[in-house]
């Protein structure tokens, strides 16, 4: 258990629902990401929140909207997917200016079909 | 950022001890160097942190020498457990790195009886 908690872990879903995920943090971190990691390639960075900042990552899709209502929990809403994004979506948090010390969640599997 | 090159891949068996190396020669005077371990379909796991010569802890040692543009994270008698991906990664030790951590794809460790 690493403190940072996400459900659902399986997400199975066709291209025109609407699901979201959801993470939360029992750290007391002030920073919170969601990354993407689809098979053989890299983590990429989607979304990151922190006290002062948001920052995006230009090349993600309209389709993926990250909300932030506080600094223990992170959603990410999804609609409209295609199939390529079926991929394991990893949350992680940490204190603001700590970055490299990041705490990541178990992550959901997502299939879009 | 530093950026940071790292074998795609190695082999060890049980009980040996295996070193990871990674360069990263643009790395700047106050750059820590930080490596993370994932397991499959987990989030990455933090596993030491240093700026020179040895660290130590209960998971890993990290060497660094003294021109810091490489380091090597050793782990003593592995295990078939220890079979992840190890990431390498360079961040400052002040400022900002909001959304620039970037993990690149790591090296497979494969362990085997």
């Known amino acids: 258990e690493t403190g940072v908690t996400q459900t659902p872990r399986h997400l199975v879903m066709g291209m025109t629902n609407k699901k979201s995920l959801k993470c939360e943090q029992h750290?007391?971190?002030?920073?919170m990401y969601w990354y993407k990691q689809s098979a053989k390639k890299p983590l990429e960075l989607m979304f990151v929140y922190s006290l002062e900042e948001r920052v995006e990552n230009n090349s993600v899709p309209s389709r993926f909207s990250p909300e932030c209502p506080n600094s223990s929990h992170l959603f990410l809403h999804l609609h409209t997917l295609q199939p390529e994004d079926s991929a394991l979506y990893l949350c992680?948090?940490?204190?603001?200016?700590?970055?490299?010390?990041?705490?990541f969640g178990p992550g959901t599997r997502l299939l879009v079909l | 950022l530093a950026k940071t090159t790292q074998p795609i891949s190695m082999d060890s068996y049980e009980g040996q001890e295996v070193n990871i190396t990674c360069s990263h020669n643009?790395?700047?005077?106050?750059?820590?160097i930080t490596w993370y371990q994932q397991f499959p379909s987990q989030g990455p796991r933090f596993i030491i942190q240093?700026?020179?010569t040895k660290v130590t802890n209960e998971v890993a040692s990290l060497f660094i020498p003294a021109d810091r543009k490489s380091s090597t994270l050793s782990l003593p008698r592995v295990s078939l457990s220890d079979t992840a991906v190890y990431y390498c990664?360079?961040?400052?030790?002040?400022?900002?790195?909001?959304?620039?951590?970037?993990f690149g794809r790591g090296t497979q460790l494969t362990v085997w009886p």
């Open positions: 750290l007391g971190h002030n920073a």
């Open positions: 990664l360079v961040v400052p030790d002040r400022g900002s790195t909001l959304g620039r951590l970037y």
């Open positions: 240093g700026y020179k």
């Open positions: 992680a948090s940490s204190s603001q200016g700590r970055e490299e010390t990041q705490y």
């Open positions: 643009n790395i700047a005077t106050n750059d820590y």
